[in-house]
């Protein structure tokens, strides 16, 4: 049965995957980045660099995927240009390149054929999606299509996004949940680890290697944790010190700011970074929408500060929804300008601040559906007084399982 594992390619995958929207690296600002995310279903878009006109490519079309992005990455660039209204146009201005982390690839190519078990060492070591091609129908009449536009680049669906690249080629991704899914229909490969608790798996990270911050502490001092997240595909622990007498080593969990949260809300939550304390952030992002209450202290704060550029947001974005109001159905928004993004009700409140959480008698089977039924990557693991003890990712779960398929394969 392992070998039957081992020998699946991500073309199994695929089946019934949309093709990725895309933005050009070329000529896409951060301006771009934000109309197309609003106008998206999904929380992200990917980054292209295309180069076909390229002699080195040797005639053959050279499309790259740079990274991918979301609106938590556009918050937390834009939190930092608070002083005046001239610094954040040109933060719009700027390239989308901006928005890609730098430290290392999110995304990385592959082809269909590739082995489920190479994904699988691609995420983890680092990973976050697999570009695959899609092998599209009707070719010939796609690329009549391409030449009437007569584009070398990535075809504009305003004048930055698309699904579809030279000769028709489309791709798209594999993500770590769906790796994890695909497995579970062939859990019992795995036997006897799905029954095992986390704690006997030695599956739990330790605290050491959590990313956290202090539920009083500023939210702004926050941003680079918060984008260290987006890196990992984890969450930020809000977390209080003082549980039980040990109060160097043991922390309370009392919630999370997730990046999944922050890209359910539209640019004006950089405001909030950069104004609030991160237990206010967690609760001006929730999934029911920011309370009237910290919309004020976020604005008198803004003014307090002198923060021109972040108020000149806030008014322009009011503005805009204040004059739209009456065109839309009132059920499909919320009262506030901070969920502005196209993602439906049902979707925001799916993603709330409170922590996702197992305890370390838990079976791993129990804590990859709780994953999946949830939608995140990680769970937190706390002890019987909610104090955080670690968390379990699908990346931890990819290395027990690829461990076993070795050993299972070396035996036969």
């Known amino acids: ?40 279903d999904e929380p992200f878009l990917t980054v292209w660099s295309c180069n076909h006109d390229d002699e080195k490519t040797d005639g053959i079309d ?24 001239l610094s954040l146009s040109s933060a719009f201005d700027a390239s989308v390149s901006v928005l890609i982390p730098k430290s290392r690839p999110l995304v990385v190519h592959v082809q269909s054929s590739c082995k489920l078990v190479e994904a699988i060492d691609l995420i983890i070591q680092g990973a976050q999606n697999l570009i695959v091609p899609i092998q599209t129908r009707s070719i ?14 990535v075809v504009s669906l305003s004048t930055t996004t698309s699904t579809t690249h030279k000769n028709s080629l489309q791709f798209c991704w594999i993500t770590q949940e ?27 990270n330790s605290t050491h290697n959590i990313l956290a911050v202090d539920y009083h502490s500023s939210a702004a001092c926050a941003v680079s944790v918060i984008s260290r997240a987006i890196l990992d595909n984890v969450s930020v622990a809000v977390v209080d010190k ?34 609030l304390s991160a ?27 002198r923060m021109a550029g972040l108020i000149s947001l806030i008014d322009s974005l009011s503005s805009f929804s204040g004059s739209s109001s009456d065109e839309e159905s009132p ?63 699908f990346v931890d779960i990819l290395k027990l399982f690829r461990e076993f398929l070795d050993g299972d394969h070396n035996h036969n």
């Open 331 to 393: 059920a499909g928004r919320t009262r506030t300008s901070s969920y502005g993004r196209s993602v439906s009700n049902a979707a925001r409140m799916a993603r709330k601040s409170v922590a996702i959480v197992c305890n370390r008698k838990s079976s791993l089977m129990a804590v990859m559906i709780q994953a999946i039924a949830h939608r995140v990557s990680y769970v937190w693991v706390i002890d019987e007084d909610g104090c955080l003890i670690g968390m379990v990712t």
């Open 178 to 204: 769906d790796i994890i899914r695909f497995l579970l229909d062939s859990i019992s490969v795995f036997s006897p680890l799905p029954s095992l608790s986390i704690s006997d798996l030695g599956v739990i």
């Open 140 to 153: 010939t009449k796609r690329r009549q299509q391409q030449k009437l536009l007569n584009r070398n680049v």
């Open 62 to 85: 050279k499309c790259e995927c740079l990274g991918k992005i979301c609106m938590a990455d556009v918050i937390c660039y834009l939190s930092k240009f608070d002083s005046n209204v």
């Open 279 to 305: 237990g206010d952030l967690m609760t001006y992002i929730d999934g029911s929408g920011p309370p009237e209450s910290l919309v004020g202290v976020v604005r008198n704060r803004l003014e307090d500060k």
């Open 1 to 40: 049965m392992a070998l039957a594992i081992l020998s699946h390619e991500v073309s199994d995958l695929c089946i019934g995957k949309p093709p990725l929207r895309c933005l050009s690296v070329a000529t896409a600002t951060v301006a771009d980045a934000i109309a197309a995310l609003k106008s998206s």
């Open 242 to 275: 003082g549980c039980d007498q040990e109060e160097d080593s043991r922390i309370a969990l009392i919630g999370e700011i997730s990046p999944m949260t922050l890209a359910c809300c539209d640019e004006t939550a950089a405001a909030a970074v950069a104004t």
